[in-house]
């Protein structure tokens, strides 16, 4: 069982929600069993209710928080891992999923100074609901282990934040020199890609451990109401990182790239491609029962303009330049 209430309430001329509560109660089980010594199998389900109170104290612009709304969600999903050898494994996984809308979702209505948008909910939303179905392929035969999978979500009712094309005022009154709209919208949706890991430990000896670790992933979504691609999904990206530790020390180099993304809806902005480097030197000891790490880890080294795709501030705000950390860490 999982109780949860969230108050929220945002004060000032800036805020763009009205004061809400969120109570939400839910039930929720999972089962795994091994009917064979090859074959693993697992069962979950949630059964959730969600009431959401606002209150929109006076102000005409959340007149569509004139009522609460309520969601009753349920969930299900089924998997199995299968053992081909001491190596290689299967798994697959099939799901059904509800998930009750957000206060953002519902009853957002004006300017959204953190992301330099004006945002729109719909009191009217329904709950999102998606069937999902993912297939993998893993193996580990101790200094080599790594996979590869493939998925796909088809949505029938997909809750995204989109853009309108229009221009407002913080008032929300059209304006050419105003913030673009975003409305929270219910479409049908579908996302399918694949993604891939591995991590490869070549070399042993005095010196140290090294590995080469090489991961990569792509995702298509596409609005199927529309006909577009759903805005804001990372293009095809690919990493790589050469590992190296000895006792306390440990060292890292990571290379990230990631291609252009011109699959946008066609009010948003395309994104080019780049390729980022990152270095890392850390030592680690002890201070007693407690664990420390101190570090030195440095950032996008070459300074590269790197705007994500993924971002909604990508043509406002590029991700950071050069960075150098030092840091010290500890557990205990």
């Known amino acids: 069982m999982q109780l949860n209430r969230s108050e929220f309430q945002a004060l000032g001329e800036e805020a763009f929600v009205p004061k809400t509560d969120t109570d939400a109660a839910a039930l929720f089980f999972?089962?795994?069993?091994?009917?064979t010594d090859r074959l693993e199998l697992s069962l979950g389900g949630r059964l959730e209710h969600t009431t959401v109170d606002p209150d929109a104290g006076g102000n005409e612009r959340f007149e569509a928080a004139d009522r609460s709304a309520s969601f009753t969600a349920g969930s299900l999903s089924a998997g199995?891992?299968?053992?081909l050898d001491p190596v290689w494994k299967l798994?697959?996984?099939l799901s059904y999923t509800e998930r009750a809308p957000t206060f953002y979702e519902l009853y957002a209505n004006g300017a959204h100074v953190a992301t330099g948008t004006y945002e729109v909910g719909d009191a009217g939303l329904s709950k999102e609901k998606a069937?999902?179905?993912d297939l993998a392929l893993r193996f580990d035969n101790g200094d080599h282990k790594g996979s590869v999978g493939v998925f796909y979500s088809h949505f029938s009712n997909y809750i995204g934040l989109l853009g309108t094309g229009r221009l407002l005022d913080d008032d929300?009154?059209?304006?050419?020199?105003?913030?673009?709209?975003y409305t929270y919208s219910g479409v049908r949706a579908r996302f399918a890609g694949i993604e891939a890991q591995d991590r490869w430990t070549f070399?042993?000896?005095?010196?140290g451990t090294w590995a080469l670790e090489v991961s990569g992933d792509y995702t298509r979504a596409k609005n199927l109401d529309t006909g577009e691609p759903l805005p804001r999904i990372a293009p095809l990206r690919l990493n790589t990182a050469l590992a190296w530790n000895r006792g306390p020390w440990q060292a890292r180099l990571d290379v990230e790239h990631a291609t252009s993304q011109h699959r946008v809806p066609d009010n948003e902005t395309r994104t080019d491609g780049y390729t980022t480097l990152g270095a890392s030197v850390g030592y680690h000891f002890d201070i007693g029962k407690s664990q420390w790490l101190a570090f030195v880890n440095g950032e996008n080294l070459t300074n590269q303009t790197v705007r994500y795709a993924s971002s909604i501030l990508r043509d406002i705000a590029?991700?950071?330049?050069r960075s150098v950390e030092v840091g010290l860490s500890t557990r205990f």
């Open 172 to 181: 929300g009154v059209e304006d050419p020199a105003g913030i673009p709209e």
């Open 318 to 321: 590029p991700a950071p330049g």
């Open 203 to 207: 070399l042993r000896n005095p010196y």
């Open 30 to 35: 999972l089962e795994q069993l091994q009917p």
């Open 80 to 83: 199995a891992v299968y053992t």
């Open 91 to 93: 798994a697959a996984n």
């Open 131 to 133: 069937t999902s179905a």
